[in-house]
């Protein structure tokens, strides 16, 4: 990691007007945890309270993944937690086309800068950025969640992981079980590759 890249990268983000939800936002959300980590998250947008705070997952839904974090055995110094989006939608609607678009660069410097091994999507709108562009045959999160995918790259092989966004279990208590079950897939991907 190039520390002074990764410097640029935040300015960047801190200064965006790429698009219009820049004007709306109280702040904006770059990410936490450890850029130098093997295992990259991905959500989809700050909430209320990322956006007050300028930190991702620090809501409820955030309270949860804290959760299904620590019953995998992940601490935040061994992953990375970004969103596609950097700044919130108004009222938590759903990440608009052209507000990933102009968002993307954002997205792809940090995922080249960490370099990670393994990049979970949380929620749909993150599995689609990604299964776009790993080039992985995409379909509902339903039938493609909890499993690795491998993709090769120059860089080396990854794997890309679907996985539920943690705000459903929060509506759903059902889920809570499955996406516990879901991140072990983490665990597993670490101990089996030794990554
Ligand atoms: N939901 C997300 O997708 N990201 C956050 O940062 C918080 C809630």
Not at 116 to 133: E, T, W
Request: proline share 6%; with cysteine; glycine share 6%.
């Amino acid at each position: 990691m190039d520390k002074e890249e990764w410097k640029q990268l935040l300015n960047e983000i801190y200064s965006c007007k790429r698009c219009p939800l820049h004007a709306t936002k109280k702040n904006y959300v770059a990410g936490k945890g450890n850029p130098n980590a093997k295992i990259l998250l991905i959500g989809e947008a700050p909430g209320r309270e990322e956006d007050i705070q300028g930190e991702p997952f620090v809501g409820r839904a955030g309270k949860f993944l804290d959760v299904l974090l620590k019953e995998t055995g992940l601490s935040l110094n061994e992953v990375y937690i970004t969103n596609i989006l950097k700044c919130r939608p108004p009222e938590n609607r759903d990440p608009m086309e052209n507000e990933i678009e102009a968002c993307r660069p954002h997205l792809e410097k940090a995922i080249s800068l960490i370099d990670p091994k393994v990049i979970a999507a949380l929620g749909r709108h993150s599995m689609n950025f990604l299964f776009n562009k790993y080039n992985i045959a995409g379909g509902k999160i339903s039938m493609l969640h909890g499993k690795a995918f491998p993709v090769d790259s120059i860089k080396g092989r990854k794997y890309i992981v679907a996985l539920y966004h943690p705000a459903v279990a929060l509506y759903n208590p059902q889920m809570k079980d499955l996406l516990k079950k879901d991140f072990s897939v983490l665990k597993d991907i670490r101990n089996s590759y030794n990554i």
